[in-house]
């Protein structure tokens, strides 16, 4: 069975980092690419950022894009996002994704998700 | 960066309506059009890829259908289940881009 689970959100404040994970059990990893969506409270999905199997290509939404960093371990089976610079309007809860392919785009989707880590940034 | 459009934003209707969504992007993403469902306090879940492809598991009164820059998602008979809100997103071109989302209430 598929698992990803999330883990490291929190109450921040503004200017500040912080650092989700997520964990992937029950396929193999490195053969997908894997991504970040975010929820703000009460609003609509929104694609925060994406790594291919093995890092070669990564993409970030324009919100995030020069503050927020992706990685992955493929031997520890974990994805993370390093989150610099937080802003109140990055307040969400943050979900991870798998992608069917190896690389993401061209037709590929998200067949499973986390349940999320809540960030809240505030002073 | 490619915008997702959807209309309407809320809808409200009976158990056993037909029910159309629609999605628009500001450009052509030939069929790279997912739609997913989501429940209150629950990650979304994915009903059709490709515009038109049923994932496996998702009851067939759910259908896809469009191309190049007009999409459709229609629930044949809605159920109390079916009650959500639905997001569109394209994966043509990143960023990954999704719709604002239709909330389907209960009439």
């Known amino acids: 069975e598929v698992q990803l689970v999330e883990s490291g959100g929190g109450l921040v404040q503004p200017g500040r980092s912080l650092r989700l994970s997520c964990a992937a059990s029950?396929?193999?990893?490195?053969?997908?690419?894997m991504h970040w969506v975010r929820q703000a409270p009460g609003k609509g999905l929104e694609w925060v950022s994406g790594?291919?199997?093995?890092?070669?290509?990564?993409g970030y939404g324009d919100s995030v894009k020069g503050r927020f960093t992706i990685s992955r371990d493929n031997a520890k089976n974990s994805l993370h996002l390093q989150m610099n610079s937080l802003r109140p309007e990055d307040t969400a809860l943050y979900y991870c994704?798998?992608?069917?392919?190896?690389?993401?785009?061209?037709?590929?989707?998200?067949?499973?998700w986390g349940q999320g880590t809540l960030v809240t940034v505030s002073s | 960066d490619i915008q997702m459009t959807q209309s309407p934003s809320s809808l409200s209707a009976s158990v056993g309506d037909r029910v159309t969504i629609t999605c628009r992007a500001s450009?052509?993403?030939?069929?790279?059009l997912n739609w997913f469902q989501q429940k209150p306090g629950k990650a979304p879940k994915l009903l059709i890829y490709?515009?038109?492809s049923l994932q496996s598991g998702v009851p067939s009164r759910f259908s896809g259908s469009g191309s190049g820059t007009d999409f459709t998602l229609t629930i044949s008979s809605l159920q109390p289940e079916d009650f959500a809100t639905y997001y569109c997103q394209q994966t043509y071109s990143p960023p990954l881009t999704f719709g604002g989302g239709t909330k389907v209430e209960i009439k």
């Open positions: 450009q052509s993403i030939t069929n790279f």
């Open positions: 790594i291919s199997w093995n890092s070669g290509s990564i």
């Open positions: 490709s515009a038109s």
């Open positions: 029950g396929f193999t990893f490195d053969d997908y690419a």
């Open positions: 994704a798998k992608d069917i392919a190896l690389v993401s785009g061209s037709g590929s989707y998200f067949d499973y």
